[in-house]
């Protein structure tokens, strides 16, 4: 049984106490300590993490200090722009860390949580949910073993509607920074960002390796009245020719969960939700099945008790989450978010919730999955994306397009 902690119990905390309710139940692992700044809005949960035996605490910086080299695993599943600080003081309090994704807002944080895990001896494992899954690893053995010969397009999109609740929800939904830090939540890098990391994993050369971006291209749009997009359509060229194209929104008609396929010379893989179909172009055929969610959070557990015990053992590290960090800075920093059109967008009240719609644009993000080409003036007059940015030389986030339209 390994010692473990948690900061922040609601939001998406909230997955993180169920996890804490389910693994303590199976004799796996020792609540010691929770940070919670708002316990009385959170009272149900604190007295049972009370009552078996967890020391509550309203400052992290307390807590970490308070069980200094007592916490095996401490569990950050907080703002975006908190996740670099609360690494390195868990890190430097002697616990190793499960951060939730996005890592950081920047490569440069990226970096100084990289700095940190070195100069501990620690290990940081990060919630990218689908890298612990048995498929997601079947399919890079495949890939990796030639299966569909050499793998040229990789592809994904989702739709997944979300309504002004979501962007109230806390202070720094939709936004690019906040109180002077860096943010940039956006829906692929927050929401979707599970997939495009799947994505970049999958492209990959070795087992733990990812894909080596020479070029971002990528329209950036929004419905919402937010700093960020809503909407966005990127296509990422790899050293070897490969091409990645990526599509997500929240102000579709429908929601999709996302569809996703990689095409090789020989054969393609199919995956989502449900299964992943690999079909060669000789007619043979391998189907296997996808994780059921309720499943997934139990996978990552099996994985990070393991790693606790053998070094060998895969996460996806700081070096694989970091990767998606880079790429999502150079859009940023390739094309500015610009507005829709409002006479291209309809209101609707869901249970009393406006949300906001682009008719057409689930039709139009799967017509450009379908061709391997970003959405753009062949769908909407307004789609126009950004021009081809060089990856060369390019270190991390500058914000100049942001900072210049300001």
């Not at 890298?131 to 299966?147: D, F, H, N, S």
Request: aromatic letters at 10%; proline letters at 4%; charged letters at 25%.
């Amino acid at each position: 049984m390994i010692n473990v902690a948690v900061i922040g119990v609601s939001g998406f905390g909230a997955v993180h106490y169920n996890d804490f309710v389910r693994e303590h139940a199976a004799g796996r692992v020792n609540v010691v300590a929770a940070t919670v700044i708002n316990q009385s809005e959170e009272a149900e949960k604190c007295a049972f993490l009370q009552s078996i035996g967890c020391r509550l605490f309203t400052d992290y910086r307390a807590m970490l200090e308070e069980f200094r080299g007592k916490i095996d695993i401490c569990f950050i599943p907080t703002g975006i722009a908190m996740h670099c600080p609360m690494t390195v003081a868990a890190l430097e309090s002697g616990a190793n860390v499960y951060v939730e994704k996005p890592v950081a807002p920047t490569v440069e944080e990226t970096q100084i949580m990289k700095e940190a895990e070195k100069r501990t001896g620690k290990f940081v494992a990060v919630g990218y949910q689908t890298m612990y899954q048995p498929e997601t690893r079947r399919i890079k053995e495949l890939l990796l073993a030639g299966a569909i010969g050499r793998p040229r397009i990789f592809k994904s999109y989702t739709l997944w509607p979300r309504n002004d609740a979501y962007y109230s929800r806390n202070n720094w939904a939709g936004m690019l920074s906040v109180n002077g830090k860096w943010v940039l939540d956006s829906p692929f890098t927050n929401a979707m960002a599970h997939f495009l990391n799947l994505l970049i994993f999958y492209a990959g050369t070795s087992f733990e390796g990812t894909v080596d971006p020479v070029e971002v291209q990528a329209g950036l749009f929004r419905a919402n009245r937010i700093e960020t997009n809503d909407f966005a359509t990127i296509r990422i060229k790899s050293a070897l020719e490969q091409q990645i194209y990526f599509h997500v929104t929240h102000v579709c008609e429908k929601n999709v969960n996302p569809i996703s396929r990689i095409e090789g010379d020989a054969g393609t893989i199919d995956y989502d939700e449900q299964r992943t179909v690999v079909t060669l172009k000789n007619g043979d055929t391998e189907e296997f099945a996808s994780t059921p969610h309720d499943e997934m959070r139990k996978h990552i557990y099996d994985a990070l008790l393991k790693r606790m015990e053998d070094p060998k053992q895969f996460i996806c590290t700081l070096d694989l989450a970091s990767k998606h960090t880079l790429i999502s800075n150079a859009v940023f920093d390739s094309v500015p978010n610009r507005d829709i059109p409002q006479e291209e967008v309809r209101t609707v009240t869901e249970n009393g919730v406006n949300r906001r719609v682009v008719p057409g644009i689930d039709d139009a993000i799967r017509r450009a999955f379908e061709e391997s080409r970003l959405v753009d003036t062949r769908d909407f007059a307004w789609a126009v994306p950004g021009e081809p940015f060089a990856l060369a030389g390019y270190r991390g986030f500058t914000g100049r397009l942001i900072k210049n339209s300001k």
